[in-house]
């Protein structure tokens, strides 16, 4: 039964022949930018959802798992983050979330396409309304030549919010790219990826720990949550620091000063339990 493309979205399937349709209500955006293709709909069940080149970046009813799960474990895992830098990120979902902690004082949004910020302002401006916060500061660059181009030991925490390794995130999964990275960290710094879904990309997962550790990071942690609309519903962030992780700040987490709809000290501390496919995988890496 082929559905009917006038009544639903459905993502370009994956390598394993999975895909996710959303029943729409109506296409309420479309443009192709020097960089990519971006497309927003009105659905029956999800709000609105925005795609990239055939990709589903988000929809406004369960974004909030994976910007809260990308942003405050690694918030919380440092030990005083002040300088953020996002790379990607564009539709501002995880500048919202890193603002939420009071001690950070200055958080650096590098994507290299304005046009999804500009189309995340008119369909998202949930995610946008700490935009004008005077930590915040909005760039559009390429983020691997931004973090060439670095301070050495200017961030506490990178956070890469990018698009799947394709188009011009290729490079936001290679060891050059992690290397500069951990020059433009401070001693005690943290870089937070998107590492795709444990179900279908362990390829993506097992090569990002290799990557990391091949460009000098002492400890990599993945962790792990629901993303509904994402490949498999299954999905991770990966983490990777200068020295090795000694767990997080839980008293913190737990007297967090602000609301969460999916994050907790405890789910915190469950994302880091991996079942033992992945913990067996990335155990071999570190040797
Ligand atoms: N949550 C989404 C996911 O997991 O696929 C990602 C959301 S965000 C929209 C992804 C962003 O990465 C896009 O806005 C895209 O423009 C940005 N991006 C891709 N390659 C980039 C690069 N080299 N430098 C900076 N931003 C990049």
């Not at 639903?8 to 293709?37: R, V």
């Not at 396409?113 to 005077?134: I, K, M, Q, W, Y």
């Not at 870089?191 to 460009?215: C, F, W, Y």
């Amino acid at each position: 039964m082929a559905l009917d493309d006038t009544l639903w979205f459905t993502e370009n399937p994956t390598a394993d022949g999975s895909t996710f349709s959303l029943k729409i209500t109506g296409k309420l955006h479309e443009e192709q930018t020097p960089f990519q293709k971006i497309e927003v709909y009105g659905t029956e069940g999800f709000g609105n959802l925005m795609v990239i080149d055939g990709y589903i970046m988000l929809t406004a009813r369960d974004n909030y798992l994976y910007h809260e799960m990308l942003a405050h474990p690694v918030l919380f895992t440092h030990p005083n983050p002040k300088r953020v830098l996002i790379i990607g990120g564009g539709d501002c979902g995880t500048l919202r979330e890193v603002l939420r902690h009071p001690e950070v004082a200055q958080v650096q949004q590098v994507d290299i396409d304005a046009g999804v910020t500009r189309a995340a302002e008119r369909f998202f401006p949930e995610l946008c309304e700490s935009n004008n916060d005077p930590r915040a500061e909005l760039h559009f660059a390429d983020g691997i030549q931004w973090v060439q181009e670095a301070t050495p030991g200017s961030y506490d925490v990178i956070i890469v919010d990018s698009t799947d390794p394709v188009g011009p995130a290729i490079g936001l999964f290679s060891e050059p790219f992690f290397r500069d990275c951990h020059r433009a960290l401070g001693d005690d710094g943290i870089i937070v990826q998107q590492s795709e879904s444990p179900l279908l990309n362990m390829q993506i997962l097992t090569d990002m720990h290799k990557a990391m550790r091949g460009a000098g990071y002492a400890d990599v942690q993945t962790l792990h949550f629901p993303q509904p609309v994402y490949p498999s519903g299954w999905w991770t962030c990966t983490m990777a620091a200068k020295h090795a992780f000694k767990g997080f700040r839980i008293a913190d987490a737990v007297a967090k000063p602000f609301p969460t709809r999916y994050y907790s000290a405890e789910v915190h501390q469950g994302a880091l339990a991996l079942p033992p496919f992945m913990k067996e995988a990335f155990a071999k890496i570190a040797g």
